[in-house]
C-alpha cells in the first residue's frame, strides 16, 4: 500500500475509527450477512474500527481481522476490547498468508487504495485463501470527486479508480465468478462518491 496512504490512517486512527463507527453501513452490513451462511469461517481485510468485526460475531459467524494500521488495530481493540484476540497487524499484499482456508473473506473500503499490479496480488491471495465455493465479498470506491488526476485527495491518500467493468474483468482474470455487482451512495453522506460492493464466488 502506498505510504503517504499508511501514514494518514496511522496519525488519524482515533479520529477515524470514530467516523467508522458513525457510518451507516447497513446496506453493507445486511449483504454480508446474506452472502456468508451462519458459522462460517471468515476473514475480515481492512478491518478499521473493527465495526464489522463485532456485528457478524453477534450474529454467530467465526471471524478474524486484519489491517495495515498498527494504531487503527490498537484503537479498535480499546473500543471493542471483547475483539482483541481476533485483530492482526498485516499489510498487503505481501502479508496475506494464513495457514489455514476461509469460507469467506470481505474487504470494506479497503482494496481501491491499492495499486493496480497490488491489487491483482491481493485479489489471487483471497482466491487462494477460500474453500471451493468460498465467496468474496468487497466495497471499493467507484466514483469520488475529490482526487487529483494522479489518485490522491487532499490528505494524501491513493485511489485507484476502476469502472465496474474493470473491476469485474480483474476479479474474473483471477478465477471468481461475479455473483452480484451493487452501486451504492455514501455511507458518511458525502456527496460526489459512489460505492460499488460486489460479491465473487470461487
Not at 93 to 111: A, Q, V, W
Request: aromatic letters at 10%; proline letters at 0%.
Amino acid at each position: 500500500m502506498d505510504k503517504n496512504t499508511m501514514n494518514y490512517y496511522e496519525e488519524n486512527a482515533d479520529i477515524l475509527v470514530e467516523h467508522y463507527e458513525s457510518a451507516d453501513v447497513n446496506n453493507v452490513q445486511n449483504l454480508l450477512l446474506k452472502t456468508f451462511d451462519i458459522n462460517s469461517k471468515l476473514l475480515e481485510i481492512g478491518c478499521g474500527s473493527g465495526r464489522d468485526v463485532l456485528f457478524m460475531i453477534e450474529n454467530n459467524y467465526n471471524v478474524i481481522a486484519i489491517d495495515g494500521s498498527k494504531n487503527m488495530i490498537e484503537e479498535a481493540k480499546k473500543i471493542h476490547s471483547e475483539l482483541k484476540e481476533r485483530l492482526f497487524h498485516r499489510i498487503l499484499p505481501n502479508d496475506l498468508e494464513f495457514d489455514n482456508k476461509f469460507d469467506g473473506i470481505y474487504s470494506i473500503s479497503t482494496l481501491m487504495h491499492l495499486s493496480k499490479d497490488d491489487l491483482k496480488k491481493t485479489l489471487s491471495k483471497i482466491y487462494s485463501l477460500l474453500n471451493q465455493n468460498g465467496k468474496f465479498l468487497m466495497s471499493v470506491s467507484l466514483f469520488r470527486d475529490d482526487i487529483d488526476k494522479d489518485g490522491f485527495d487532499d490528505k494524501g491518500r491513493f485511489f485507484l479508480l476502476l469502472s465496474l467493468e474493470e473491476w469485474i474483468k480483474i476479479c474474473e482474470e483471477v478465477g471468481f465468478r461475479i455473483v452480484e455487482t451493487k452501486r451504492n451512495k455514501d455511507g458518511l453522506d458525502r456527496n460526489g462518491i459512489e460505492w460499488l460492493t460486489m460479491v465473487v464466488e470461487k
